[in-house]
């Protein structure tokens, strides 16, 4: 498995199929977590198998010992564990659920934290109402009757949850709808509700981009304390903020029709930039019509930064930047000379007004602009065919 290495801890605790009904894989994403591995499979050992038949997936990012910790502490389980070792951690811990998903051998996948700040004793209770109400989906949720937040260290941390909370269901509010808790990352799911090639994580907030994309019908919620850290330090910084954002804005954008109004918008705010780079030009003292190309160079960078992280982070990759910003920047200049031959063609051909003509090329360079960015910029190539693989 290119990029990935798969280790079973110790013989005979291979991940494997579980054929009983109702059986469950659990799926721990960890980076640097060594020091809770023991309290964690220990914990699981008390309260999931008399239950309920289970196997343990640990998807490992770390550049500690975790590994090496998992396969000491497996030997004590009496329940198979395993250990998916990814040299590139693509997507955070997120990206991590995501294997874990594609590797789970259960029709119930219980997704939960490394840190004990999720009570394996709840897992049962989880996959129990996926089967009792048919859901899909069952979130442990910190915010209906019953659940607490608790373990979140400070007075910071609770506002910033319930920020990110509020936010993510303003932005969403038919796909989070009957989800209280979005930003929980313990839930159970059936593997047959989703699609895990269609997941594009971005951070640690899974559940979120599961709901968004990939939502099954039925949802239901069950609550859950969430605990006290039991060792380490939390994953959640003001990067992780920063991506969680940036997930956010990806999400929001990823209909056709979102992507034109939010290209409309950068267009927009590309203006600033423009008229503060052309007055400090003129001011020097340069004359209004280089100015005025050199600023306008200004708006170009601006706008492709913010649409290269707001509206296509997930299509950077079928090109370099440079060729990126290449033909961005030859495409709104593009426009720039387009427009001025445009309107006099519309005021001296069909009889418009300036004022009508200058709206109308503005509409036409915008969609002209809009459909050449995502075409030649960030559509990938179209591949040779293989002459030998058509005959």
Known sequence: MSGHE???????????????????????????ESANIRRLLHQITESVPARLPCEVLFVDDSTDDTPEVIREAAQDCPFPVAVLHREEPEGGLGGAVVEGLKAASSEWVVVMDGDC??????VPELVATGERTNAGLVVASRYIEGGS????????RVAVSRGATWLAKALFPRRLHGISD??????AIRRS???????????????????????????????????DRFAGESKSTAREGLRFLGHLAGLRTASPVARVIGFGLIGA??????????WALTVLGVHYVPAEILANQLGV??????????????????????????RFALLANADLV????????????????????TALALVLTFVLRFAGTEALVYLPRRRRRDPESTR
């Not at 700040?117 to 709840?122: F, K, N, Y």
């Not at 907030?205 to 304390?225: G, H, N």
């Open 269 to 278: 705010s590309g203006f600033v930039p423009n008229l503060a780079g052309l």
């Open 301 to 326: 960078a601006w706008n492709f930064l913010l649409i290269e992280q707001l509206l296509f982070r997930d299509r950077r990759a079928h090109r370099r930047w440079w060729d990126r910003l290449g």
């Open 182 to 187: 979005p930003m929980s990352g313990f839930f």
């Open 149 to 156: 937040r608790a373990g979140l260290a400070g007075g910071y």
């Open 193 to 227: 509700a989703v699609t895990a090639e269609v997941l594009k994580p971005l951070g640690y907030k899974i559940l979120l981009e599961l709901a968004v994309r990939s939502r099954p019908r039925q949802v239901a919620e069950v609550p859950f304390v969430f605990q």
């Open 6 to 32: 798969y280790t079973a801890p110790v013989p005979g605790l291979d991940a494997v199929e579980l054929p009983e009904p109702g059986a469950v894989t659990i799926v721990v994403p960890t980076f640097n």
């Open 338 to 357: 387009l427009r001025i031959p445009l309107i006099a063609l519309l005021v001296d051909r069909f009889a418009m007004g300036a004022l009508s003509a």
């Open 117 to 122: 700040q999720h009570p394996p004793s709840l």
